[in-house]
């Protein structure tokens, strides 16, 4: 059975650092690409991140370049989501996903992803 467990969210002070886990069961996340969706109250799903299989490239939408730093640890089957510099605007459930296509189109589209993890909740307050 396919799996996808988040892990790592909590609350944390603008400009605070958390790092989000994503743990696969049932298959390899290396023969997927990952990525990584957050979705804020009253908000669409958006993309926030993710990453080819292949060779490990990445992508990143705008508002959190240069902030956030996806990664992946084959050996433990786990995808990381370091976040960095977080702001109020952060705040949302995040959620990975694993899917066949990586591209920066796929990378911001929930519909191209197959496989959802239940989230974890992400919340930026003083």
């Known amino acids: 059975q396919v799996q996808l467990v988040e892990s790592g969210g909590g609350l944390v002070q603008p400009g605070g650092s958390l790092r989000l886990s994503c743990a696969a069961s049932?298959?390899?996340?290396?023969?997927?690409?990952i990525g990584w969706f957050r979705q804020a109250p009253g908000k669409e799903r958006e993309g926030v991140s993710c990453i080819r299989s292949s060779d490990s490239s990445t992508h990143y939408a705008d508002s959190v370049k240069g902030r956030f730093t996806i990664s992946r640890d084959s050996a433990k089957n786990t995808v990381y989501l370091q976040m960095n510099s977080l702001k109020p605007e952060d705040t949302a459930v995040y959620y990975c996903?694993?899917?066949?296509?990586?591209?920066?189109?796929?990378?911001?589209?929930?519909?191209?992803?197959?496989?959802w993890g239940k989230g974890t909740l992400v919340t930026v307050s003083s």
């Open positions: 049932g298959f390899t996340l290396d023969n997927y690409q």
């Open positions: 996903a694993g899917g066949k296509y990586y591209s920066p189109t796929t990378c911001q589209i929930p519909a191209y992803w197959n496989y």
